[in-house]
Structures are given as C-alpha cells and as structure tokens.
C-alpha cells in the first residue's frame, strides 16, 4: 500500500492476481478415467511394434535381400502409422463419438498401392512388416509388466 497525499493509504491495482497458497488451496480428488492407463498402454504397444521391427529387419535383410528388407521394414513403419492412428480414433470415442473412425484404413491400401507401382518394393514383404504390430500387441496381452 502507497500513502497519498492527503496521508490516506491508496490501492494499487494489479495486473496479476496472486497465487494462492498451498494450505488454502483444497485437496480435489480428480477421478481416474483410464486415460493414463491407456496412453502407457499406446506407448508400451509402439516401444514394443518397434522393438520387432527392429529385430526383423535384420533378420530379413541378412536371410534375404536388402530389397525384402526395405519393404519389410517399410510395412513396418506403416504398421506403427496405423496403430497411432487407430489408438487415436479409439482415444476419441466419447459420449458424442460412438464409433472408431476409418481414416486408419487408408493406411495398408496406400502401402499395397505403393509397393506395386515402385518395383523396387515387393508386397509380400511389406505386409509381413505391416502385420509386425500383431506380435506386438500379443506380447503385451500375455507378458504384463
């Protein structure tokens, strides 16, 4: 507080509102809906499709060719793409939202596509990498951490 001329104390405004302290801050109990649960579950799913990947790659490339190997592990990548996308669509269902969106599906339609219009690419391969998330989830159904 200031005094002003006439020995009165003046208010100052301001521009930020204080904080308020700890102890009179109430405790709220913000209920659990699963969300944290399933984000790690997304991440545990995508370490895990990854951790495949990686182990097949190589496996392909060193029992292959370096051809099967890239389109391995180009299915790979587009496998991990459409797990994202659907765990997102599933994480958007809400009162307002009653199903899972089909933008997901795009995804092994642009791998097939692509694999037959660049010779370089083989599609058998490719959709081997792309099923790799299925050992993924698999492991993550039958060995919890």
Known sequence: ????????????????????????????DIPDNG???????????????????????????????WTTALSLSLGAVSGML???????SVGRIGPESKGVGKGQLLVPVVLVLGCSRIPQLEILPALIGFLLYKPALLL??????
């Not at 990686?54 to 060719?65: G, N, S, T, Y």
């Not at 459409?82 to 997102?88: D, G, H, Q, T, V």
């Not at 993550?140 to 951490?145: G, K, L, N, S, T």
């Open 35 to 65: 969300m944290d649960e399933y984000v790690r579950l997304q991440r545990r799913l995508l370490l895990s499709t990854l951790l495949v990947s990686a182990l097949a790659v190589p496996a392909a490339a060193f029992l292959f060719d």
């Open 1 to 28: 507080m200031l005094r002003g001329l006439a020995g009165r104390e003046l208010a100052v405004p301001t521009l930020v509102p204080p904080a308020p302290s700890p102890e009179s801050t109430p405790e709220v």
């Open 82 to 88: 459409y797990l994202r996308l659907l765990a997102r």
């Open 140 to 145: 993550q159904a039958f060995v919890r951490p």
